[in-house]
């Protein structure tokens, strides 16, 4: 999912004059939260499955872990949006940061004939 909606991320900031890092970190957390609602999001989540599993244990249904992580996920996302948002950093884009500092990025080297 963060793969997938970097790009937009990045481009909606860019026609807002938004910087990135204000929305690209809680997306990264939002799909932390999300992706520990199922057994089959998270390795994590498989592992102690299959432990389960080969100690003769049930295992766990697909949304059993919602039970617990619903209610998490729930106050993660909240606190992201109202609290935690205030404490992210407003950096600018990795482009930005380029054209103020071209000189710093470039090089000239001359290569002599032997």
Known sequence: MVVMFTPVVRKWCQDRNLSP???LIPLSLATIF??????????????????MIEQGMSGF????????C??????????????????????????????????EYLAEVVVENW
């Open 61 to 68: 249904s697909m949304f059993q872990l919602a039970i617990v």
């Open 21 to 23: 890092s204000k929305f």
């Open 70 to 103: 619903l209610p998490t996920c729930l106050i993660g996302i909240i606190y992201m949006g109202t609290i935690g948002y205030r404490h992210l950093p407003s950096r600018k884009s990795s482009r930005e940061t380029f054209n103020e500092n071209t000189r």
């Open 34 to 51: 999300g992706g520990s609602l199922t057994l089959i999001e998270t390795s994590t989540n498989m592992v102690i499955h299959g432990f």
